[in-house]
Structures are given as structure tokens and as C-alpha cells.
T-cell receptor, first 111, second 113 residues
């Protein structure tokens, strides 16, 4: 039962352009959403999060948008840099409950 | 703090053998999670603990898998007997509270031949 889905397994963008990673979820009770970034041979690292009471959270080049009615989450990276090339996992959680991850999207930023 | 520590980093074993993966969470974190990562399914939650007590083990694939947390600073994930389809990267993560960002260890790459 995949409650969090990332339908694009991979994404390739040119350096300097915007990267948009998408995530859909099925459980309307999720109230906290996170993005993790993972480099090869390393564990995922926390990138940015958003509470369900907000629709946008920005941190430098990274912005997460939440559309609760559509049960959709997106991560925007602008401008994209080659060092952003990694696998990005979307995650959702319920307060006092565990976190569910999407399958990940591999982002490649070409110089 | 050294972060979440996992050992071993790599494990190669033969089918039928017992495998034990180890994790030391960040001190003070009340939650500990075990995940399995495969190419096909991405990150899957296997089990998580709150204050050393298993809360949800519904993600554990089958009875061959077991996890323990005897104290706040140590957890094990055991597979007995191991099978080739268990080959994956196993991550341990800890968190100060559920729903908050989790801090992942470097993972253990398990290969069962």
C-alpha cells in the first residue's frame, strides 16, 4: 500500500534551470511533509519540510509547495546546480505516527 | 555527536545464514526506525521503536525478520535464515520525535548469495 508516490523515477535538467520534483499522497490525514536528498553510498539527509497548515516553505534555492486539496507536494530547486544531482525522496507523516516515503526521483543536473 | 552509526557497512553472506545488522541512534532521540531500500520499491519502513518499545512492525516482510532494541543506544535487525531477495541497503534512522525529520545512518549494504 503505497501512500506516498513519486511517479517520475528520473528527471534531467540543465544547470541554472528550475528542477521540479513531484509527489502525491493518498492519506488526507498526513500533516507533515518532508523532502530528503540522497547521494550514492550515503544515507538520506533532510532537506526541507512543510506543515499541513502551510502551502509553501522556502529555504534558499529550495521551495516546497503543498496542495492539500490535490494531495500533491512539489519541490522546486532554482537555480539547479550539478551538486544537486541525487535521489530525492518525498515523505509524509502523521503526528505520533511513522513516516512513509515515496520511491524516489533521481535528479541529474547537467552542466 | 557522531550521528547514527550502523555496522557493518557491507555484509556478504550465503543463503540460509543468519545476518545481524546493528544501529546506534543519536543520543537523546526517542524514536528509531529501520528501513530497507531497493531499486524497485525505494525506501520501505520495516519497524520503528519509541523509547525502546516496538510500535509498528507491519513493514517487516516475514517471520525471518526480527528487530530488538534492548536499550536506548542500540538496536539490531536480524534476518534468519537469509535469502537472496533480502539483498538491499538497510538504513537505520533516529528522531527526537515522530513526524520530525529523521537522521539516517550510512546504511548497511547486504548481499545474500
Amino acid at each position: 500500500d503505497q501512500q506516498v508516490k513519486q511517479n517520475s523515477p528520473s528527471l534531467s535538467v540543465q544547470e541554472g534551470r528550475i528542477s521540479i520534483l513531484n509527489c502525491d499522497y493518498t492519506n488526507s490525514m498526513f500533516d507533515y511533509f518532508l523532502w530528503y536528498k540522497k547521494y550514492p553510498a550515503e544515507g538520506p539527509t533532510f532537506l526541507i519540510s512543510i506543515s499541513s497548515i502551510k502551502d509553501k516553505n522556502e529555504d534558499g534555492r529550495f521551495t516546497v509547495f503543498l496542495n492539500k486539496s490535490a494531495k500533491h507536494l512539489s519541490l522546486h530547486i532554482v537555480p539547479s546546480q550539478p551538486g544537486d544531482s541525487a535521489v530525492y525522496f518525498c515523505a509524509a507523516s502523521l503526528l505520533e505516527d511513522d513516516m512513509r516515503f515515496g520511491a524516489g526521483t533521481r535528479l541529474t543536473v547537467k552542466p | 555527536d557522531a550521528g547514527v552509526i550502523q555496522s557493518p557497512r557491507h555484509e556478504v553472506t550465503e543463503m540460509g545464514q543468519e545476518v545481524t545488522l546493528r544501529c546506534k541512534p543519536i543520543s537523546g532521540h526517542d524514536y528509531l526506525f529501520w528501513y530497507r531500500q531497493t531499486m524497485m520499491r525505494g525506501l520501505e519502513l520495516l519497524i520503528y521503536f519509541n523509547n525502546n518499545v516496538p510500535i509498528d512492525d507491519s513493514g517487516m516482510p516475514e517471520d525471518r525478520f526480527s528487530a530488538k532494541m534492548p536499550n536506548a543506544s542500540f538496536s539490531t535487525l536480524k534476518i534468519q535464515p537469509s535469502e537472496p531477495r533480502d539483498s538491499a541497503v538497510y538504513f537505520c534512522a533516529s528522531s527526537p520525535w515522530s513526524g520530525n525529520e529523521q537522521y539516517f545512518g550510512p546504511g548497511t549494504r547486504l548481499t545474500v548469495t
